[in-house]
């Protein structure tokens, strides 16, 4: 797959610049234009976490944000020895620091300044690899997928969480004029920052899902890859295997 171009306002290989300056109301804005389903979806990753294979498992979050996923996998997955998450935003990474002190989960989740492109971390290191609502934003989403294959572990799993598109065009074309009508003026209203809620919908409309999406998995590299749709396809989990 060729590169993403970045035909955005704002271009990808600078949108974690866009997440730090959002960052005082990105929860808050997560949860209001989600309607709370940004949360129910990243429950849903939970099902798709391995088999405790004799001991329990380590986990690496790109683009962690403020570290909703580690810490929601940590909290519901029973079998999560630590995980560790990485973000080039760093505002949004002190945000998270100060989520995971409140839970009390220092001795479980590591949150660190790092690049999804080039991760900081051997081969063969994690038995799960997680991004959620993230890999649309990087300038090349195969590459970012190859790192993930290679510090995985050997049978190892990568799950994707991110925004799609449904297939159904009674549900499209709605979600389509939320995307485009609402999403950026709540968003603009609320974070003072308008223009990152139109690369928002901007990206959720061109980055490719379901089927097209499972085959650049399985041009990285990886096998029994399989998408999971939510809500009729708003958003879909992916789940591939090293």
Known sequence: ?????????????????????????????????????????????????????GRDLSLLDLATGTADVPLTLVRRGKNIEYAVGIDLADKMLAIGREKVTRAKLEDKILLSHGDASHIAFNADVFNVVTMAFGIRNVADP???????????KPRGRALILEFSLPENSTLR???????????????????GHGEAYRYLNQTIEQFPCGAAFCAIMADAGFHNVTAHPLLGGIATIYAGEK
């Open 1 to 53: 797959m060729p590169r993403t171009n970045d035909n955005f306002a704002i271009p990808k290989s600078d949108s974690w610049r866009m997440f730090d300056e959002i960052s005082p109301r990105y929860d808050l804005l997560n949860r209001l234009l989600s309607l709370g389903l940004d949360v129910f979806w990243r429950r849903q990753l939970v099902r798709f976490l391995p088999a405790r294979t």
């Open 142 to 152: 195969l590459r970012v997928l190859r790192e993930m294959r290679r510090v995985l």
């Open 173 to 191: 074309a709605p979600h389509l004029f939320y995307l485009r009508a609402v999403v950026p003026t709540i968003g603009g209203l609320i974070s």
